[in-house]
């Protein structure tokens, strides 16, 4: 396999404004084996922590990812809005446990595609928070020397089957081929990741390869980094180059220093467990109880 250099001029966005019915493309797509929420051992996504990936209820739903307990990421030209209501399932049971959260505020990274923002409460220990890309990279030679050259990535984006807004989650697969330098996109210029949709008979091709479509802009691109689930983009655009389709992404490394000060800066509040504060309780009626014998 080898990572392929070229330029790009122009995608369509994957928020074009048309009805969001598209849902991402994967090879040999089933809903037992693609869909997070079929209730399947089959799922491809068995044995990921996908807790702290939610989906907005209003506003079209927009996806929401999270950094901390608090903090997300999402997209900028497909952000929800504040006030937005956004469930989180603990696991991929559809009738299992699950919290609902509300969007408080969120603001753009420097010029990138990039949103970031806070929900109302901290999620608690249950759910997932992610690690992120740290390594800069800003030309195609930096890329293929990074450690996410050729990774196999999990791509999210929505059923081909339709869901629930908030369970509308499928999950395929794609190698990341190549990087493009200042593409603009939607009024956003910036660098992005590319995963080409190549078929089975062409180089970087693996089982559920996944090409996105409308609707899933904002959804994490994931790598498996030393056994850590950690987000390396996030779906910004589609396009096609020497008439292979390809998906791009806005990546989160160049962007860390910004990210870390942000979730520094507005860090919850842990509040302890009930069954914490219980257990704590419990050992100070104790205490109290040989002082009393000891005393009499």
């Known amino acids: 396999m080898k990572t392929t250099c070229f330029k790009l001029s122009i995608a369509a966005l994957l928020s074009a404004p048309v009805l969001l019915s598209g849902a991402i493309l994967i090879d040999g797509y089933t809903t037992l084996g693609n869909d997070r929420f079929a209730g399947s051992t089959s799922f491809i996504g068995t044995g990921l922590d ?9 506003g079209s739903g927009r996806w929401v990812t999270m950094l901390s307990s608090n903090v997300f990421i999402t997209a900028q030209h497909y952000a929800p809005s504040n006030g937005s209501s956004v469930t989180f399932y603990e696991t991929n049971d559809p009738v299992g446990p699950s919290l609902t959260r509300t969007i408080q505020s969120s603001q753009r990274i420097g010029n990138s595609d990039l949103r970031i923002g806070v929900l109302d409460a901290a999620l608690t220990g249950a759910y997932a928070s992610y690690a992120f890309a740290n390594e800069s990279i800003s030309s195609f030679q930096q890329f293929a020397g990074s450690s996410f050259a050729l990774q196999n990535a ?3 984006g929505r059923s081909p089957s339709g869901f629930p807004v908030s369970q509308d989650i499928a ?3 794609n190698v990341l081929d190549s990087w493009a330098d200042g593409v603009t996109v939607g009024g956003t210029t910036d660098d992005a990741i590319i995963a080409i949709q190549n078929s089975s008979n062409e180089n970087n091709y693996v089982s559920d390869e996944a090409f ?6 904002g959804a994490p691109l994931f790598v498996e980094v030393g056994g850590i689930l950690t987000i390396v983009g996030l779906n ?7 008439g292979s389709n390809f998906n ?3 990546y989160l ?7 870390e000060a942000f979730i520094d800066a507005n860090s919850a509040v842990v509040i302890p467990e009930p069954l914490h504060i219980s257990a704590a309780m419990g050992f100070f009626v104790l205490l109290m109880r040989l002082f009393m014998i000891f005393k009499w």
Not at 236 to 242: D, H, L, P, R
Not at 253 to 259: K, L, P, Q, R, V
């Open 50 to 58: 996908l807790s702290g990936v939610g989906i907005a209820e209003s």
């Open 154 to 156: 999990y791509l999210l």
């Open 248 to 250: 791009g992404f806005s």
């Open 253 to 259: 490394g160049n962007y860390d220093a910004d990210i």
């Open 212 to 217: 996105l479509q409308t609707g899933d802009s």
């Open 171 to 173: 999950v395929g697969r």
């Open 236 to 242: 910004w655009y589609v396009g096609t180059v020497n």
